[in-house]
């Protein structure tokens, strides 16, 4: 008998979720708020002709992507061009100084003792360090924990000491590097999951190793590119998607669900997959009687990421002499992440990062011009910043801080604006207290203690997504949409698709694609 099963958000773990159960025979409806897919992984599109990422930017470890595509016999550089980044990003420290981020090896050390002449020959290190913990601890990530009995596998208790779960990524790299600056080239990436890397635990040196383990990409078109092609894709294999239609409501048969709600009718299904923010989804959509550990008093104790103020900005004209990924780390970055985390105000001089994608990919705007995607991290929705009254002081703030990386005369060249607070974030795209990444991944939110991949409240209900096992980052959320499918595929009592022998290799970039900016 064919089995059904409603997947709730078009996101990228959605959509990795649909194409692996289409793959495996089951029936896939997917329904989706917004007019395109991809979720927060789409792309904004405006008359003018420009063309922007809503959400992610960084398109890093395709291997996770590439093995879903396999399975479902098709191949990701074929579908989504991808180009490789070298250098990767540009670091502007606010503290003095700069630094090109490069896989290359020699190129890298002797940017590191440019800047820190004590941390030469700390970067080979550190990658060989970093390398084997990754090989050891990755197979951890594709598989689910739903209690602590799994965190006492004895593989996983004899890598304690090399994980270090207890000391902070701050400590881990200062085991490596003396100059603060350039602990900061290896910890900014905790802000990927919305943490401090003061607080955030040492295994999430993993993040930049991958960087230069396995490069930084720009999909032709934006990772948004990536998204459509996912769409694309899971139709051709079966999936039904249902743009524009937003699940109003859930049925529930006792403590299993049997349908979900939209403007269209009743959908029943075997199960369903849950792709929307944890948090909003659950407090909106499920019972709060029927959700033991996840009630409302529960959520609402958790930690969560902060969030992001965003300008997407079309530009008359081009910045040629700007890298791709340029990223300003404040004066006093301890202070700016302070302010963030638990002061909850603004900073006078907050960190921030900027995309002038088009010295890669010019398809992204009209001739002659370009996009600029600004993002500046801020704290999650709290009392203290009213952004009515703030987003309009803060903007000039930003455009200001834009000089710092080598962008002049912005204000004059603007040809659309659109910005977004964390307000937004939480009105437009559902996202809960606008915390865009989810639940902090402290040591008390992750693994067992994460909500699980088969979600341990409601009979028949998944996650995927940030706001599960893993966690956040778009390698971590295609692995996720594996464990759950996996998961519902076993519950369902239905074959996993064919999977290929062993691992798809990853491909090297060539000359011809590394785009030098």
Same mark, same amino acid.
């Given at each position: 008998?064919?089995?059904?099963?409603?997947?709730?958000?078009?996101?990228?773990?959605?959509?990795?979720?649909? @194409?692996?159960?289409?793959? %495996?025979?089951?029936?896939?409806?997917?329904?989706?708020?917004?007019?395109?897919?991809?979720?927060?992984?789409?792309?904004?599109?405006?008359?003018?002709?420009?063309?922007?990422?809503?959400?992610?930017?960084?398109?890093?470890?395709?291997?996770?992507?590439? #093995?879903?595509?396999?399975?479902?016999?098709?191949?990701?550089?074929?579908?989504?061009?991808?180009?490789?980044?070298?250098?990767?990003?540009?670091?502007?420290?606010?503290?003095?100084?700069? /630094? *090109?981020?490069?896989?290359?090896?020699?190129? &890298?050390?002797?940017?590191?003792?440019?800047?820190?002449?004590?941390?030469?020959?700390?970067?080979?290190?550190?990658? #060989?360090?970093?390398?084997?913990?990754?090989? =050891?601890?990755?197979?951890?990530?594709?598989?689910?924990?739903?209690?602590?009995?799994? $965190?006492?596998?004895?593989?996983?208790?004899? $890598? @304690?000491?090399?994980?270090?779960?207890?000391?902070?990524?701050?400590?881990?790299?200062?085991?490596?590097?003396?100059?603060?600056?350039?602990?900061?080239?290896?910890?900014?990436?905790?802000?990927? $999951?919305?943490?401090?890397?003061?607080?955030?635990?040492?295994?999430?040196?993993?993040?930049?190793? *991958?960087?230069?383990?396995?490069?930084?990409?720009?999909?032709?078109?934006?990772?948004?590119?990536?998204?459509? %092609? @996912?769409?694309?894709?899971?139709?051709?294999?079966? %999936?039904?998607?249902?743009?524009?239609?937003?699940?109003?409501? /859930?049925?529930?048969?006792?403590?299993?669900?049997?349908?979900? !709600?939209?403007?269209?009718?009743?959908?029943?299904?075997?199960?369903?997959?849950?792709?929307?923010?944890?948090?909003?989804?659950?407090?909106?959509?499920?019972?709060?009687?029927? +959700?033991?550990?996840?009630?409302?008093?529960?959520?609402?104790?958790?930690?969560?990421?902060?969030?992001?103020?965003?300008?997407?900005?079309?530009?008359?004209?081009?910045?040629?002499?700007?890298?791709?990924?340029?990223?300003? /780390?404040?004066?006093?970055?301890?202070?700016?992440?302070?302010?963030?985390?638990? +002061?909850?105000?603004?900073?006078?001089?907050?960190?921030?990062?900027? !995309?002038?994608?088009?010295?890669?990919?010019?398809?992204?705007?009209?001739?002659?011009?370009?996009?600029?995607?600004? $993002?500046?991290?801020?704290?999650? =929705?709290?009392?203290?910043?009213?952004?009515?009254?703030?987003?309009?002081?803060?903007?000039?703030?930003?455009?200001?801080?834009?000089?710092?990386?080598?962008?002049?005369?912005? =204000?004059?060249?603007?040809?659309?604006?659109?910005?977004?607070?964390?307000?937004?974030?939480?009105?437009?795209?559902?996202?809960?207290?606008?915390?865009?990444?989810?639940?902090?991944?402290?040591?008390?939110? @992750?693994?067992? &203690?994460?909500?699980?991949?088969?979600?341990?409240?409601?009979?028949?209900?998944?996650?995927?997504?940030?706001?599960?096992?893993?966690?956040?980052?778009?390698?971590?959320?295609?692995?996720?949409?594996?464990?759950?499918?996996?998961?519902?595929?076993?519950?369902?009592?239905?074959?996993?698709?064919?999977?290929?022998?062993? +691992?798809?290799? !990853?491909?090297?970039?060539?000359?011809?694609?590394?785009?030098?900016?």
């Amino acid at each position: 008998m064919s089995r059904t099963v409603n997947i709730i958000g078009a996101g990228p773990g959605g959509l990795a979720c649909a @194409m692996l159960l289409a793959g %495996a025979g089951v029936r896939v409806k997917v329904f989706e708020r917004l007019p395109v897919p991809g979720g927060r992984t789409s792309t904004i599109t405006t008359p003018e002709g420009f063309r922007f990422d809503l959400g992610p930017t960084f398109f890093l470890y395709p291997r996770v992507l590439e #093995e879903i595509f396999h399975v479902s016999g098709r191949d990701l550089r074929q579908e989504v061009e991808m180009v490789r980044l070298d250098p990767q990003y540009r670091l502007i420290f606010g503290a003095g100084g700069e /630094l *090109l981020a490069t896989p290359d090896v020699a190129r &890298m050390e002797a940017e590191v003792s440019r800047l820190s002449p004590a941390d030469g020959g700390s970067f080979t290190r550190f990658m #060989e360090n970093t390398r084997a913990k990754f090989e =050891r601890f990755a197979p951890f990530l594709e598989q689910p924990f739903e209690s602590w009995l799994d $965190l006492a596998n004895p593989e996983m208790l004899r $890598l @304690m000491p090399l994980l270090k779960p207890w000391r902070s990524l701050d400590s881990e790299l200062g085991t490596f590097f003396s100059d603060e600056r350039i602990r900061l080239a290896f910890t900014f990436q905790s802000k990927y $999951l919305g943490m401090s890397p003061f607080k955030c635990p040492s295994l999430f040196s993993i993040l930049s190793f *991958l960087e230069y383990e396995h490069g930084v990409f720009h999909p032709i078109g934006g990772c948004g590119a990536v998204s459509a %092609a @996912m769409a694309r894709i899971a139709e051709e294999m079966g %999936a039904e998607i249902h743009y524009e239609e937003p699940v109003e409501s /859930l049925d529930f048969a006792g403590r299993r669900i049997t349908a979900v !709600q939209t403007a269209s009718g009743r959908h029943e299904a075997d199960a369903t997959v849950v792709n929307a923010d944890f948090a909003r989804s659950m407090t909106r959509l499920v019972p709060d009687a029927l +959700r033991r550990r996840w009630n409302d008093r529960k959520i609402a104790s958790r930690r969560f990421s902060c969030s992001t103020f965003m300008l997407y900005l079309g530009i008359e004209g081009r910045y040629d002499e700007v890298a791709h990924h340029n990223i300003y /780390l404040s004066e006093d970055y301890r202070q700016n992440l302070v302010d963030i985390e638990n +002061r909850h105000v603004l900073s006078v001089d907050p960190s921030m990062y900027v !995309q002038n994608a088009c010295v890669t990919d010019p398809t992204l705007a009209p001739p002659g011009m370009s996009t600029l995607y600004l $993002l500046i991290p801020v704290t999650h =929705r709290h009392p203290n910043v009213d952004w009515r009254r703030e987003s309009p002081g803060f903007r000039e703030r930003a455009l200001d801080q834009m000089e710092r990386v080598g962008i002049h005369g912005i =204000r004059e060249r603007i040809r659309f604006e659109k910005m977004l607070t964390p307000d937004d974030w939480q009105d437009d795209y559902e996202i809960y207290r606008g915390a865009t990444f989810n639940l902090s991944h402290d040591l008390g939110q @992750m693994l067992h &203690m994460r909500p699980h991949n088969r979600f341990e409240d409601v009979e028949g209900m998944y996650l995927v997504g940030g706001g599960t096992h893993p966690g956040s980052g778009l390698p971590v959320i295609y692995s996720s949409a594996r464990i759950t499918s996996d998961l519902l595929l076993d519950d369902l009592k239905v074959a996993r698709p064919t999977t290929p022998v062993g +691992r798809v290799a !990853q491909p090297t970039a060539s000359a011809e694609q590394a785009a030098v900016v």
